[in-house]
Structure formats: structure tokens, C-alpha cells
């Protein structure tokens, strides 16, 4: 019987630390920096665990990137007055992000201003 209270309490010890190790970090943006984007919503993903923002860019060389931004979760968006309508296609937008450390067009979510005025948090 000894054997099977450890088992059974190995089990939920497994079962509480399996969902934090599961999650990823957000090491590879950098959390000192803001930059600026202004641009034309290519995609919008209001999915689990994470939504996602395209957003097309024309750089000061005058060329365009397309910035892949990684926002929070569905549910915590909904508590800051996100809805998987907030945004759409075509849509002009500024979005203030932290920018992933290798240079390359990614970024870590923090706001969105609509050309409206309208704000979306998103830290």
C-alpha cells in the first residue's frame, strides 16, 4: 500500500509541474525596447495560446516587412477589451512592440492604437 500512495502522490506532483514547465518564455524579445510600427494588418489569429498579429511595414529605406507580432491569450485579451473582431484585414494601425533580440521583423505585443484613437493593451 506504500507503493501505491507514492505513486498516486508522484502522479500529482507530475500533474501540478507539467503545465508551467510547458509554457515558453518570452526571453527572445527585448523587454527594454519599444519600437513603433505603423502599418496595414496582413493577418489577425485569435487563437490558443496565443494571438497573432501581421502587420505589413514600410521601413525608412522605403521597403516593406512583414512583422509577425505575438500577442497574449484569447482569454486574457478578452479581459482587457480584445475580441477576435478587434481588428481586420486591410486595417492601418500603430503598434508599439518589443522587438525579438536577433533583428529580424518579430515582436512581442504591447499596444495597438486604431487610427480612431482606440487603444488596445495588450501587456
Known amino acids: 500500500m506504500d507503493n501505491m500512495r507514492v505513486l498516486v502522490f508522484s502522479f500529482f506532483l507530475l500533474a501540478l509541474v507539467l503545465p508551467a514547465s510547458a509554457h515558453h518564455s518570452h ?16 493577418e489577425y489569429h485569435w487563437v490558443n495560446p496565443h494571438t497573432w498579429i501581421y502587420l505589413e511595414v ?26 477576435g473582431n478587434s481588428f481586420s484585414e486591410g486595417e492601418r494601425v500603430t503598434a508599439i512592440v518589443h522587438p525579438i533580440m536577433d533583428g529580424s521583423s518579430g515582436a512581442l505585443l504591447g499596444i495597438v492604437i486604431k487610427e480612431s484613437g482606440e487603444e488596445f493593451d495588450g501587456n
Not at 525608412?60 to 475580441?83: C, F, H, K
Open 27 to 42: 526571453a527572445m524579445y527585448d523587454s527594454e525596447v519599444e519600437v513603433t510600427l505603423v502599418g496595414t494588418i496582413t
Open 58 to 83: 514600410e521601413g525608412e529605406d522605403g521597403e516593406t516587412r512583414e512583422w509577425v507580432i505575438e500577442g497574449g491569450g484569447p482569454g486574457t485579451l478578452t479581459r482587457r477589451g480584445w475580441s
